[in-house]
């Protein structure tokens, strides 16, 4: 059972234009989110996270919100550039008696067009 | 550099040979972890490691084996391979196992066809 989703495999959008991510997930025990960037034939890179404290994380044109409510999480990036074309994966935690571990979505590949 | 590497990158095996893919770290960090990734489910867990001497199961641990002998390596052993773990492999490793501002860096991957 998939406790972290990425109902959108692949996004398309303008240079200059707003890409907006999403994701949704399952398990309420989850207190802390990150998102990651991968490039073909490199491993995931850290690019931002949140707190479950939290609703909003902004660090430059990359913000994250996160609504517990809903349990829905989204990453906005503005403006977008044709080198943040990738495959973008949320992650969830439960913490540190979790294992450290991150459960993942399956990816969502955005193409950033010039 | 700070980096996480492993070995080998690409690798074509067969049914039943045993292989080992190896993990190292540079940055004395404490929590090292695998995953897999396979089409539409993103990355899964296979084992991970809190420290030296400390391994536990991930979500997908079955057919692997894992051993933490040393800080920096967390080498992943495949006893007899078997084609349904073809798959994307990805080492891991972070200060801790504490997930709060604490990014896990991700080596290149492993790709493995067991045929």
Not at chain 2, 17 to 37: A, D, F, G, I, P
Request: glycine fraction near 8%; charged fraction near 20%; proline fraction near 6%.
């Amino acid at each position: 059972d998939q406790q972290v989703k990425q109902n959108s495999p692949s996004l398309s959008v303008q240079e200059g234009r707003i890409s907006i991510l999403n994701c949704d997930y399952t398990n309420s025990m989850f207190d802390y989110f990150l998102w990651y960037k991968k490039y073909p034939a490199e491993g995931p890179t850290f690019l931002i996270s949140i707190s479950s404290i939290k609703d909003k994380n902004e660090d430059g044109r990359f913000t994250v919100f996160l609504n517990k409510s809903a349990k829905h999480l989204s990453l906005h990036i503005v403006p977008s550039q044709p080198g943040d074309s990738a495959v973008y994966f949320c992650a969830a935690s439960a913490g540190y008696n979790q294992g450290g571990k991150l459960i993942f979505g399956q990816g969502t590949e955005l193409s950033v067009k010039p | 550099e700070a980096q996480v590497t492993q070995n080998p990158r690409y690798l074509i095996t067969v049914t039943g040979k045993k292989l080992t893919v190896t993990c190292s770290q540079n940055m004395n960090h404490e929590y090292m972890s695998w995953y897999r990734q396979d089409p539409g489910l993103g990355l899964r867990q296979i084992y991970y490691s809190m420290n030296v001497e400390v391994t536990d199961k991930g979500d997908v641990p079955e057919g692997y084996k894992v051993s933490r002998k040393e800080k920096r390596n967390f080498p992943l052993i495949l006893e007899s391979p078997s084609p349904n773990q073809t798959s994307l492999y990805f080492c891991a490793s972070s200060l801790s196992g504490w997930v709060d501002n604490n990014e896990q860096f991700f080596g290149p991957g492993t790709r493995l066809t067991v045929l």
